[in-house]
């Protein structure tokens, strides 16, 4: 499909995604200066999943086109347009199976970012109520 280079480049960032995939295994610590801290972490990581995303993609493309030129090639008879995507999508898939894991880790480190500024939120109002509460007492 898309040979060495591809699978250099898979051996070369598998331990990132290791390191990704174990701190979004964490849980979100409810101590704030805790969640900034772990947040801070694994927010690092973001722009990198999309870098590595973008570079699977372009690993997905060259296979696409690589398979659909071993299909045409292959091929005595002309083959219907659907059964040729059928038969690329089939041969490119784990290709396209880590560019949607690198996106999915991207999506989660926003997700959990947007969770971590919830509940800064959250114990900044109750820090405001618990000492406006002591403010008027």
């Excluded at 041969?91 to 560019?99: D, G, I, K």
């Amino acid at each position: 499909m898309t040979g060495d280079r591809f699978d250099s480049w898979l051996t070369r960032h598998a331990a990132e995604g290791e390191e990704v995939d174990g701190l979004l295994a964490l849980c979100l610590p409810d101590e704030p200066t805790d969640l900034i801290n772990a947040v801070r972490i694994v927010e690092g990581f973001y722009g990198r999943c999309l870098f590595l995303t973008t570079e699977a993609d372009a690993f997905l493309d060259e296979a696409q086109a690589q398979e659909l030129d071993t299909i045409i090639r292959s091929c005595s008879e002309k083959l219907p347009s659907y059964e040729k995507e059928i038969r690329v999508n089939a041969a490119v898939s784990p290709v396209r199976q880590l560019r949607d894991a690198w996106k999915s880790r991207a999506e989660a480190i926003r997700t959990r970012v947007g969770i971590a500024q919830s509940l800064l939120g959250y114990h900044r109002d109750v820090f405001l109520n618990t000492t406006a509460g002591r403010a008027r007492g």
